[in-house]
């Protein structure tokens, strides 16, 4: 496993980190999820990353039990603070009130004393942004968070945040969650040049697009059995990656992945890893043996003439 800077900071995260989204009741039964997390520990990865609104704090609990046997300075654990966790005026949002509770309810549900990365899940337009700051700051000297980060915020909204902490001496912003994989690449433009300019890494989430950029699904044939494309629910978040187009060029791109001796999955992830103010990518899992391959993404180096050709795939 490699490791990489977050943004301009001196802490170091693993290439490939494991998301908890897919952790639920059902998973933690059988101590699957618990054996998910073992089996990234093991590889390498020190990257953890999870939400209050995941379940509905059940994936916090199960991850911080997942890694309560291991030593807290090995591993590098972030959760997100934003969506709603009650039905009151105050139980959503980036208020101070909101923040600073939901902070010590992370800690409680996760078992630990401090969280390494805390992240604004999403943008609040209702709280002033100063408000916002200053309470991650504040988080950051009571010790409770060690790096403070956001997730899906634009190029705009990350602008305005390193100017205003910057004019408060504030602690800055050290990384963004963005959506990022082969066919959603909204974030080159203008994110990934702000975040290079102001040391803002990135820790990119469904970098697989939801596992079709794993090519377990053919163009022409029906979804597997089994697949979270099969299941009708998950299936109508699944959007545009699902369409014909789009399998068609997972079919393409097998070629460059056979060629390179790897499989489509770790091609699509070291394809994100090109790109140096990436910091991690962040992988679900709902078996052990699914990180077993995609942590061999890490180290591999594409030429030149591969990534053309995935360009010239992509943009067909």
Same mark, same amino acid.
């Given at each position: 496993m490699k490791y990489r800077r977050l943004g301009k900071t001196g802490l170091k995260v693993s290439e490939i980190g494991l998301g908890s989204w897919l952790i639920d009741e059902r998973t933690s039964e059988g101590n699957n999820a618990e054996a998910i997390v073992d089996r990234a520990y093991e590889l390498g990865i020190n990257f953890f990353d999870s939400a209050n609104s995941y379940s509905k704090g059940t994936?916090?609990?199960?991850?911080?039990?997942?890694l309560n046997k291991y030593p807290r300075h090995s591993y590098v654990l972030a959760t997100k603070v934003f969506l709603p966790m009650g039905g009151g005026p105050n139980d959503k949002g980036l208020s101070r009130k909101h923040i600073m509770e939901q902070c010590d309810a992370s800690l409680k549900r996760l078992g630990v004393e401090?969280?390494?990365?805390?992240?604004?899940?999403?943008?609040?337009?209702?709280?002033?942004?100063?408000?916002?700051?200053?309470?991650?700051?504040d988080l950051v000297s009571q010790g409770k968070i060690l790096y403070a980060g956001v997730s899906e915020w634009s190029a705009d909204q990350l602008y305005d945040a390193v100017c205003l902490s910057k004019k408060l001496n504030l602690h800055q912003i050290a990384s963004n969650q963005p959506y990022y994989n082969m066919f959603h690449r909204n974030i080159e %433009?203008?994110?990934?040049?702000?975040s290079e300019q102001k040391g803002i890494g990135q820790v990119v989430y469904s970098p697989l697009a939801q596992g079709v950029l794993t090519g377990?699904?053919?163009?022409?044939?029906?979804f597997p059995k089994g697949s979270r494309a099969s299941n009708q629910k998950a299936n109508m978040y699944m959007g545009y990656v699902l369409k014909e187009k789009q399998l068609q060029k997972v079919e393409k791109l097998k070629g460059i992945a056979e060629r390179n001796e790897i499989s489509v999955a770790q091609l699509a992830l070291a394809w994100i890893l090109r790109l140096q103010n990436i910091s991690s990518c962040?992988?679900?899992?709902?078996?052990?043996d699914?990180?077993?391959?995609?942590? %061999?993404a890490s180290g591999v180096k594409l030429c030149t003439e591969d990534l053309q050709e995935i360009k010239l795939i992509l943009d067909y």
């Open positions: 994936a916090e609990v199960v991850l911080g039990k997942a401090y969280i390494d990365l805390y992240q604004c899940h999403r943008y609040d337009p209702e709280t002033p942004l100063e408000e916002t700051l200053r309470a991650l700051d %433009k203008e994110i990934i040049p702000l377990k699904y053919k163009p022409g044939t029906a962040i992988i679900g899992a709902s078996r052990a699914q990180v077993n391959e995609n942590v %061999k």
